[in-house]
Nanobody
Framework: EVHLVPSGGGSVQPGGSLRLSCTAS????????RSWYRQAPGDECELVST???????YYIEAVKGRFTISQDNAKNTMYLQMDNLKLEDTAVYYC???????????????????WGQGTQVIVSS
């Protein structure tokens, strides 16, 4: 069975930190692009960050300087360290492993690649 199992979500106050993780079972990341997406209530499925096999990373401007994506190949795990969280970071966060150019949609609409089931991040005072 193929799984991406998430952990690390929760509720924090503004300025707090969380670390999300996803561990792959039944496949290895290999040369897939490893990404974090998020979807807030009523909003679109939004790419947050991507890491590729050579270690190159990408961040959307809204999280640049606050979030850090990383991977541990020995554990077949990907991470998203989120610091200085803001109210607008509240969303369900999804990990995904995709081939470049593969069509993207957040669960339950995802049709391609490998996706975690999502973990809730709530930032509130």
């Amino acid at each position: 069975e193929v799984h991406l199992v998430p952990s690390g979500g929760g509720s924090v106050q503004p300025g707090g930190s969380l670390r999300l993780s996803c561990t792959a079972s039944g496949f290895t990341f290999d040369d897939l692009h490893r990404s974090w997406y998020r979807q807030a209530p009523g909003d679109e499925c939004e790419l947050v960050s991507t890491i590729v096999s050579d270690g190159s990373t990408y961040y959307i401007e809204a999280v640049k300087g606050r979030f850090t994506i990383s991977q541990d190949n020995a554990k077949n795990t990907m991470y998203l360290q989120m610091d200085n969280l803001k109210l607008e970071d509240t969303a369900v966060y999804y990990c995904a492993a995709l081939r470049p150019g593969e069509l993207v949609a957040c669960p339950p609409h995802a049709r391609f690649g490998y996706w975690g089931q999502g973990t809730q991040v709530i930032v509130s005072s």
